[in-house]
Structures are given as structure tokens and as C-alpha cells.
């Protein structure tokens, strides 16, 4: 089985391009039977889902909605992942 891992600093609930396009290639690829993987950053209290791994996020000055992720965290969470 083919295995993807993604990685992101911003995914859903945060709503632009990047979190529709990341949702769009993981069912695509789901479709065609590849385990995707995403990491991508906490913005609050995300329910657990299935295939994402949700990791510590910051807050940034001025912008209520993104996230900076841990770089450490990420690179972290990815060698779990892989």
C-alpha cells in the first residue's frame, strides 16, 4: 500500500485554498487506496480525525486566525508519522 504523508501550517477550521486543496488530494488519494497522513497545527479543540495528527499552535499577533506551528513539533510528529 502506497503511504503519503502531508504536511501543513494551516488546515481546517482555518478555511482558504490550501486547507480546500490539502481536503480535496487526501479523498482523492483515499479513493485510489492511499493511507494519507496530514500534520497540521491545533487551533483549539479539534475532534480527533481519523489520518490527521493535530500539533501545538500559537497564536499570532495581529491575525485571529492562523497558527504558527512548532517547527521541532512538526518534525517531531513526522518521524512518528513516517
Known sequence: MLRVLMISDVFFPRVNGVSTSIATFRRALAEQGVEVRLIAPRYADEAEEPGIVRIAGRRLPLDPEDRLAD????????????
Do not use: P
Open 71 to 82: 517547527a521541532r513539533a512538526m518534525h517531531a510528529a513526522a518521524r512518528r508519522e513516517a
